[in-house]
């Protein structure tokens, strides 16, 4: 199983420059999101959904639009990337809690440097 | 919304027990304990989880209070491949961010 798959792994923008950050999930999972992490630091959610068409903001949503046409996708887009979206950014995905253990799955993560 | 609380940092030698506390003293009846590990450079991966009972797995073993305020995962015998970062959350079965939010856990150090 694939399990979730990021791409890309490495990512150099210069500032102003847009993006998107893919992310798949083979697993039927309903629940999707999106961290970031800056060093030495932990996890913050920028947006997750909970299904198919329903997306909403995490705790670090500015700078950042999701959208989740399909259950197996959900793409994170930089609008306009400025240095302060320098990070490493992980998908992840899990089945309802309750259902199975509800377990987060992360992906193997993507960094981005925005120069 | 349930937050948890965890120490920046903890040191254990090699083959000893390791406990690493979580307090959660909001937590509502619905929400399940779960610890994650970040090892360096990696994406954090699941290790146990609870909801009212103490739970072991191949992993960890994870002890919950009984009035579930707190929690603590044990891990028998520290290896040095167990030196990571240590995430408690915790996830309730209502759609909501809160369950899915990360504090900045506990670097767990491995001495050998």
């Known amino acids: 199983n694939a399990g979730v798959t990021q791409t890309p792994k490495f990512q150099v923008l210069k500032t102003g420059q847009s993006m998107t950050l893919q992310c798949a999930q083979d697993?039927?999972?309903?629940?999707m999101s999106w961290y970031r992490q800056d060093p030495g630091m932990g996890l913050r959610l920028i947006h997750y959904s909970v299904g198919a068409g329903i997306t909403d903001q995490g705790e670090v949503p500015n700078g950042y639009n999701v959208s989740r046409s399909t259950t197996e996708d959900f793409p994170l887009r930089l609008l306009s990337a400025a240095p302060s979206q320098t990070s490493v950014y992980f998908c992840a995905s899990s089945a309802k809690q309750g259902v199975n253990t509800g377990e987060l799955f992360f992906g193997e993560g993507s960094r981005l440097t925005v120069l | 919304d349930a937050k948890t609380t965890q120490p920046n940092s903890m040191e254990s030698n090699e083959e000893e027990p390791v406990h690493l506390p979580c307090n959660h003293s909001?937590?509502?009846?619905?929400?399940?304990i779960h610890w994650y590990r970040q090892l360096p450079s990696q994406g954090p991966e699941y290790v146990i989880h609870?909801?009212?009972s103490n739970v072991n797995n191949r992993m960890a073993s994870l002890a919950i209070a009984e009035d579930r305020k707190s929690s603590t995962l044990i891990l028998h015998r520290a290896t040095l491949r167990d030196a990571a970062v240590y995430y408690c959350?915790?996830?309730?079965?209502?759609?909501?961010?809160?369950?899915?939010?990360f504090g900045s856990g506990t670097q767990l150090t491995v001495l050998p």
């Open positions: 959350i915790l996830r309730g079965s209502a759609g909501s961010a809160r369950q899915l939010t």
């Open positions: 609870g909801l009212t």
């Open positions: 909001t937590i509502s009846g619905t929400d399940y």
């Open positions: 697993m039927n999972h309903e629940y």
